[in-house]
């Protein structure tokens, strides 16, 4: 009798190939609940359900016991790019740590997949792991479209990591070689894309701002309009470091105005998350905007919403409830995400631990939350973060500014 781990994957794999529903599978037999549990491995099968069940898929009872080895990964591969649905790719993963010497090409497909697959879910850790592989697979396979496509995607999950350094290098080499081997224009301009923002995320600003207007040139006539967006969306975030909010808000204005919510509503949405945050770090903060924004993008998240985008949403109306001087509302969003457990961008984790620091100060704690804000400077300066590093040391210098004046609230 196979384990109950195994026997759940495979029958969940088996009956999801076949397009049934779990009601499908269990006719009258058994019920959809003790199906959902046997699914998750949470109980194991007596011999006269598994035989029920492969008279149910029209299979042999040995399909339960082990994985089928012959085209294997081809037939997982297959499930997970054409079901929207993250139990096939959670297959995936099992056949291809499984996997013997399948072809290159077919593994670097499933990574792919695979990557997606994490950075959705903000598992870090685990999307690099499958970032090295990918770029592993595509130099064996000498492909520079594959190899730029891999290499793009690792500079950008190592600058939301905070390895901006790391990622510069990797983003510049990436962007001269699909020059050089004259890569379409998206390929190309993705590659742009990331190198603008770790250069942004760097402090080499002048060269941002130099890299952001040849990404705008290059975009030009790309009959995409996610492409044009996101491409004003560098140019608006380069302009933001640049400390020009006016040219930030105006591309950023552009990039909303492009793109309409049926052309991709996931990116309208992190459009107008970003146009929040745009209007919350303005000095004044414009409130009014970004409550806007953020009413627009949580109706837009409630369909399309990631994890990551849901945490992003709730530190945002923090950022937003801070501003308007609601420091109950804030602690309340803020009680709202683990803090331990955040999958949030470098950078946005750093300015969320300086929202709460702000807020131990305010409810009485004021040397826990001086230290800590000390703390996070010090922490965005080794990451070579220096922009954010100079605003966490402003956000401490108001702090203690503050703290000094007699009967003022910190």
């Given at each position: 009798m196979?384990s109950?781990?195994?026997?759940?994957?495979?029958?969940?794999f088996?009956?999801q190939?076949q397009g049934?529903s779990q009601?499908?599978?269990?006719g009258d037999?058994?019920?959809?609940?003790?199906?959902?549990?046997l699914e998750?491995?949470?109980?194991?099968?007596t011999?006269r359900?598994?035989?029920?069940?492969a008279g149910?898929?029209?299979?042999?009872?040995?399909?339960?016991?082990t994985?089928?080895?012959g085209g294997?990964l081809?037939?997982?591969?297959?499930?997970?790019?054409?079901?929207?649905n993250?139990?096939t790719?959670?297959?995936l993963i099992?056949?291809?740590?499984?996997a013997?010497d399948?072809d290159p090409?077919?593994?670097?497909?499933a990574?792919?997949?695979?990557v997606?697959?994490?950075?959705?879910?903000?598992?870090?850790?685990?999307?690099?792991?499958?970032l090295?592989?990918?770029?592993?697979?595509?130099?064996e396979l000498g492909?520079?479209a594959l190899?730029?496509?891999?290499r793009t995607?690792?500079a950008?999950?190592l600058r939301?990591l905070?390895e901006?350094?790391r990622a510069?290098?990797l983003?510049?080499?990436?962007?001269?070689?699909?020059?050089?081997a004259?890569?379409?224009?998206?390929?190309?301009?993705?590659?742009?894309?990331?190198?603008?923002?770790?250069?942004a995320e760097?402090?080499?600003l002048?060269?941002a701002?130099a890299h952001?207007?040849?990404?705008?040139?290059l975009?030009?006539?790309?009959p995409d309009?996610t492409r044009r967006?996101e491409?004003?969306?560098s140019?608006a975030?380069?302009y933001s470091?640049l400390g020009?909010d006016?040219s930030?808000?105006d591309?950023?204005g552009?990039a909303t105005?492009?793109?309409?919510?049926?052309d991709?509503?996931?990116l309208w949405?992190?459009?107008?998350?970003a146009a929040a945050s745009?209007?919350l770090?303005s000095?004044?903060a414009?409130t009014?905007p970004?409550?806007?924004?953020?009413?627009?993008?949580q109706?837009a998240?409630?369909l399309?919403g990631?994890?990551?985008?849901?945490q992003?949403?709730?530190t945002?109306?923090?950022?937003l409830?801070f501003?308007e001087?609601?420091?109950?509302a804030a602690?309340?969003?803020?009680?709202?995400?683990?803090?331990?457990?955040?999958?949030?961008s470098?950078?946005?984790?750093?300015?969320?631990h300086a929202?709460?620091?702000?807020?131990?100060?305010?409810?009485g704690?004021?040397e826990?939350?001086?230290?800590?804000?000390?703390?996070l400077?010090?922490d965005a300066?080794?990451a070579?973060n220096m922009?954010?590093?100079?605003?966490?040391?402003r956000?401490?210098?108001?702090?203690?500014?503050?703290a000094?004046?007699p009967g003022?609230?910190?």
């Open positions: 196979p109950q781990s195994s026997f759940g994957s495979r029958l969940r088996l009956r190939q049934l009601a499908a599978l269990a037999e058994i019920s959809t609940g003790y199906l959902s549990r998750s491995g949470a109980r194991q099968p011999e359900v598994i035989s029920y069940l149910q898929l029209g299979v042999d009872r040995s399909a339960f016991d994985r089928p080895v294997s081809t037939q997982a591969l297959s499930m997970a790019a054409t079901t929207d993250d139990a790719v959670e297959e099992e056949v291809l740590a499984g013997g399948e090409l077919l593994r670097w497909q990574l792919w997949l695979i997606k697959y994490w950075h959705r879910r903000g598992e870090r850790t685990e999307e690099l792991a499958a090295e592989q990918l770029v592993e697979l595509a130099d492909l520079p190899q730029c496509r891999s995607w690792f950008r999950c939301s905070g901006a350094s510069l290098d983003a510049a080499r990436t962007y001269q070689e699909a020059k050089q004259q890569l379409s224009a998206v390929d190309t301009g993705n590659a742009l894309a990331a190198l603008v923002a770790t250069e760097a402090g080499r002048p060269d701002r952001v207007q040849e990404l705008l040139e975009v030009a006539d790309v309009n967006a491409a004003l969306w140019a975030t380069v470091r020009d006016e930030a808000r591309y950023l552009q105005r492009a793109l309409d919510s049926r991709d509503l996931t949405a992190r459009l107008r998350l745009l209007s770090q000095r004044p414009l009014a970004a409550r806007t924004y953020l009413a627009e993008a109706t998240l409630s399309v990631t994890p990551v985008q849901e992003e949403l709730l945002l109306q923090a950022h409830a501003a001087g609601d420091r109950v602690r309340g969003f803020l009680d709202r995400l683990d803090l331990d457990e955040l999958m949030l470098y950078r946005d984790q750093i300015r969320l929202l709460e620091s702000l807020l131990l100060i305010g409810e704690h004021q826990r939350g001086l230290a800590r804000l000390k703390q400077g010090e300066r080794r070579s922009d954010l590093a100079a605003e966490i040391w956000l401490l210098a108001e702090a203690l500014e503050h000094e004046k003022t609230a910190a």
